[in-house]
């Protein structure tokens, strides 16, 4: 069983960055290219949304319009751990983040639907 926990967060003044990472534990070594990885925020009475992800082709990567050209997600295969670096933040990031994980790799990558495993989520807060 795949265990998922996110570390990162915290509070930030608009237009810092933050990085959160996401330590994967229950799969072998350099494994992670073979699932489908992403980072999902949910702000409070909204839903869930997807922030950024790798698509079925492992190197290829998602990113909802809000965040592009702010938000990167990477991954460190030989540590299983999965990374978002979040610039020029916003007050409209505030939310809980999560990172997740898919048996299968899809090019719909920012759809929830598509995940198996959860982390239990993280505080970011964008404020003065």
């Known amino acids: 069983q795949l265990q998922l926990v996110e570390s990162g967060g915290g509070l930030v003044q608009p237009g810092g960055s933050l990085r959160l990472s996401c330590a994967v534990s229950?799969?072998?070594?350099?494994?992670?290219?073979?699932?489908?990885l992403a980072w999902f925020r949910q702000a409070p009475g909204t839903e869930r949304e997807g922030v950024s992800c790798?698509?079925?082709?492992?190197?290829?990567?998602y990113a909802a319009d809000s965040v592009k050209g702010r938000f990167t997600i990477s991954k460190d295969n030989a540590g299983n751990t999965i990374y978002l670096q979040m610039n020029s933040l916003k007050p409209e990031d505030t939310a809980i983040y999560y990172c997740?994980?898919?048996?299968?790799?899809?090019?719909?990558?920012?759809?929830?639907?598509?995940?198996?495993?959860w982390g239990q989520g993280i505080q970011v807060t964008v404020a003065s």
């Open positions: 997740a994980v898919a048996k299968i790799r899809s090019n719909r990558c920012l759809e929830s639907r598509a995940y198996d495993f």
């Open positions: 790798f698509g079925r082709g492992g190197g290829r990567t």
């Open positions: 229950g799969i072998r070594t350099d494994y992670l290219d073979y699932y489908g």
